[in-house]
Nanobody, 124 residues
Framework: QVRLVESGGGLVQPGGALRLSCTAS????????IAWFRQAPEKEREEVAC????????QYADSVKGRFTISRDEAKNTAYLQMTYLRPEATARYYC?????????????????WGQGTQVTVSS
């Protein structure tokens, strides 16, 4: 059974940092494009960061460039989202997702496996 499990969310003050983890079972992450998405109440889902399985290609939303870093550890079959200098507008539920067939970072519709999400709240 293919499964993604996110962890690492929580409450953090503005300017703080968190590292989210996404551990996979039933698939080998090195062969998949991996992305982090977030969705806040009453807002559209947003792709935050993506790492392609085709080449060393990283993509970030403009709102997080320079502050968030996506990575993966193939030995642990885990992807990470390191978030620094967090702002209140980063408050959302964060999801990881994988895509084996699209050949790179693309829209959410190409991602066929999703985790249950982890909540991030940035507040003083």
């Amino acid at each position: 059974q293919v499964r993604l499990v996110e962890s690492g969310g929580g409450l953090v003050q503005p300017g703080g940092a968190l590292r989210l983890s996404c551990t996979a079972s039933g698939l080998e992450m090195e062969y998949y494009t991996i992305a982090w998405f977030r969705q806040a109440p009453e807002k559209e889902r947003e792709e935050v960061a993506c790492i392609s399985n085709v080449d060393p290609n990283f993509q970030y939303a403009d709102s997080v460039k320079g502050r968030f870093t996506i990575s993966r550890d193939e030995a642990k079959n885990t992807a990470y989202l390191q978030m620094t200098y967090l702002r209140p507008e980063a408050t959302a539920r964060y999801y990881c997702a994988t895509d084996q067939y699209s050949g790179g970072c693309g829209p959410a519709s190409g991602f066929d496996t999703w985790g249950q999400g982890t909540q991030v709240t940035v507040s003083s």
